[in-house]
T-cell receptor
Framework: GAVVSQHPSRVICKSGTSVKIECRSL??????MFWYRQFPKQSLMLMAT?????????EQGVEKDKFLINHASLTLSTLTVTSAHPEDSSFYIC????????????FGPGTRLTVL | AQSVTQLDSQVPVFEEAPVELRCNYS??????LFWYVQYPNQGLQLLLK??????LVKGINGFEAEFNKSQTSFHLRKPSVHISDTAEYFC?????????????FGKGTLLTVNP
């Protein structure tokens, strides 16, 4: 149980285009979803936390207009990178939590974004 | 706020040797502690967690960790490693109270198991 999927697993786009990444909890209802960014050989940096039906809470330094997060249902959250540029190239990982018993986060397999 | 320090960025070991990956944390409140493993181009898999109770925690793949509150440490150990254990290992901490359990990660330790 507790499977989280991400789609696509890999995406290459041109500079200036927007890219949408989906995160789904397949076998549980996720009250909270988290989006992380990971640079090569570095740790995960939390970008934002989203609760179903509410606006996402962004971490300091993360541009909310650039990284649009939508958590429209208890099983789906999306991250849209708007007007992507090469510096947005990274590995994006989502996680989902059911809230009980202690808000354990289950991680998706990640999405590799390359902006040319 | 919490912080995590993983003292070793890389740990090379030979197959069947024991290994210890070190993790220290800082927090002004009670915490939950986690170890995750990440294989190349994949997400994170939970190895083990400490929530409360026994300070010695056993996880998957033969790993265990011991919570030491006085030393604010949560070191990960395995008595005999395999080639397949080669991966990046992350220690993480979250506050045990509140309604939003944000995870703070260490910078990771690359474990390389050589034949």
């Amino acid at each position: 149980g507790a499977v989280v999927s991400q789609h696509p697993s890999r995406v290459i786009c041109k500079s200036g285009t927007s890219v949408k990444i989906e995160c789904r909890s397949l076998d549980f209802q996720a009250t909270t979803m988290f989006w992380y960014r990971q640079f090569p050989k570095q740790s995960l940096m939390l970008m934002a936390t989203s609760n179903e039906g509410s606006k996402a809470t962004y971490e300091q330094g993360v541009e909310k207009d650039k990284f649009l997060i939508n958590h429209a249902s208890l099983t789906l959250s999306t991250l849209t990178v708007t007007s992507a540029h090469p510096e947005d190239s990274s590995f994006y990982i989502c996680s989902a939590s059911a809230g009980v018993p202690y808000n354990e986060q289950f991680f998706g397999p990640g999405t590799r974004l390359t902006v040319l | 706020a919490q912080s995590v320090t993983q003292l070793d960025s890389q740990v090379p070991v030979f197959e069947e040797a024991p290994v210890e990956l070190r993790c220290n944390y800082s927090s002004s409140v009670s915490v939950y502690l986690f170890w995750y493993v990440q294989y190349p181009n994949q997400g994170l898999q939970l190895l083990l967690k400490y929530l409360s109770g026994s300070t010695l925690v056993k996880g998957i793949n033969g790993f265990e960790a011991e919570f030491n509150k006085s030393q604010t440490s949560f070191h990960l150990r395995k008595p005999s490693v395999h080639i397949s254990d080669t991966a990046e290992y992350f220690c993480a901490v979250s506050a045990s109270g509140g309604s939003n359990y944000k995870l703070t990660f260490g910078k990771g330790t690359l474990l390389t198991v050589n034949p």
